[in-house]
Antibody
Framework: DVQLLESGGALVQPGGSLRLSCVAS????????LSWVRQAPGKGLEWVSS????????YYAASVKGRFAVSRDNSENALTLQMHSLRAEDTALYHC??????????????WGPGTMVTVS | NFMLTQPHSVSESPGKTVTISCTRS????????VQWYQHRPGSSPTAVIY?????PSGVPDRFSGSIDSPSNSASLTISGLKTEDEADYYC?????????FGGGTKLTVL
């Protein structure tokens, strides 16, 4: 079974930058679309970004567009979220998640435990 | 963009049936698949329904999903409620450029 593990979360000042990573164990990472989903303390799930497998196209929530950048390195089984101009409202637990197929709109069937980002 | 609206909370007794609604604010509910996720405290979310009404392997058939075009909404129904079903449930769908989650529904089984 594929397992995902995020890292890179930290306490950062407003306006700062942070780079989150997600590493997968298992072979299906390179054949599925990937996403980042976050959950602020006491709030619900919020989609952040996705990256297509086939086209490499990237997609972003309006709240992070222009500040965050998602990329993947299939040779390293790794997904990255580069975050700039961080705001207090970006404080959340960030999960990486794998779609059930190459299609970035398909169900997110594998989730990592998350890494905490605190902007303060 | 569109929104998915869910009730904030629902509660029901063990053994009963509960239905959680998810209403799409704009765009046709049938134009993109709806997924449902169960999220227990301290754990990562897990999909319980995908593509409107499909159950991932390992999800009991007590869980079912449907969509209703006239009301532009989707529903998650859980029958034979068990205390272990107590969790937050989120619907999720998309348009051509974004993924949207509903606000979540807290299910209490008491």
């Amino acid at each position: 079974d594929v397992q995902l593990l995020e890292s890179g979360g930290a306490l950062v000042q407003p306006g700062g930058s942070l780079r989150l990573s997600c590493v997968a164990s298992g072979s299906s990472f390179t054949t599925h679309a990937l996403s980042w989903v976050r959950q602020a303390p006491g709030k619900g799930l919020e989609w952040v970004s996705s990256i297509s497998l086939t086209t490499g196209n990237t997609y972003y929530a309006a709240s992070v567009k222009g500040r965050f950048a998602v990329s993947r390195d299939n040779s390293e089984n790794a997904l990255t979220l580069q975050m700039h101009s961080l705001r207090a409202e970006d404080t959340a637990l960030y999960h990486c998640a794998q779609s059930s197929s190459w299609d970035w709109t398909d169900a997110l069937t594998i989730w990592g435990p998350g890494t905490m980002v605190t902007v303060s | 963009n569109f929104m998915l609206t869910q009730p904030h909370s629902v509660s029901e007794s063990p053994g009963k049936t509960v239905t959680i609604s998810c209403t799409r604010s704009s765009g046709n509910i049938a134009s993109h698949y709806v997924q449902w996720y169960q999220h227990r405290p301290g754990s990562s979310p897990t999909a319980v329904i995908y593509e409107n009404n499909q159950r991932p392997s390992g999800v009991p058939d007590r869980f079912s999903g449907s969509i209703d075009s006239p009301s532009n909404s989707a529903s998650l129904t859980i029958s034979g409620l068990k205390t272990e079903d107590e969790a937050d449930y989120y619907c999720q769908s998309n348009d051509i450029t974004s993924v949207v989650f509903g606000g979540g529904t807290k299910l209490t089984v008491l």
